[in-house]
């Protein structure tokens, strides 16, 4: 599977972003999608998860303000930020794995596939 992710950019507090995940190489409506962001001097966090049933999960830092989604017509996932804050400053990139329990998706080493990172840069 190859990810390629897109939709950073830089936006002022409050604002919108709306980020994609495109997947191409194998039929993706079987695996799992996350976000993670990684901001300067910090390490790799995760944000959110969509598996191929729809269930979704959330760091609590975001919740209420970002929503994944997926399109698998599209072998696309989307990550709609609203309520943007100079803390989501981060590169964000998109992971894809197969069969991935709950209490794994918060892990990088539970995903197969990589894409690179969109940056989202948040002014105050």
């Known amino acids: 599977v190859q990810l390629q992710a897109s939709g950073g950019g830089l936006v002022q507090a409050g604002g919108s972003l709306r980020l994609s995940c495109a997947a191409s190489g194998r039929p993706f409506s079987s695996y799992t999608v996350g976000w993670f962001r990684q901001a300067p001097g910090k390490e790799r966090e995760f944000v959110a998860a969509?598996?191929?049933?729809?269930?979704?999960s959330y760091v609590d830092s975001v919740k209420g303000r970002f929503t994944i989604s997926r399109d698998n017509a599209k072998s696309t996932v989307y990550l709609q930020m609203n309520s943007l804050k100079p803390e989501d400053t981060a590169v964000y990139s998109c992971?894809?794995?197969?069969?991935?329990?709950?209490?794994?998706?918060?892990?990088?080493?539970?995903?197969?596939?990589w894409g690179q990172g969109t940056l989202v840069t948040v002014s105050s």
């Open positions: 969509i598996r191929y049933s729809s269930t979704t």
């Open positions: 992971a894809a794995g197969a069969r991935i329990i709950l209490s794994a998706l918060t892990y990088p080493t539970s995903y197969d596939y």
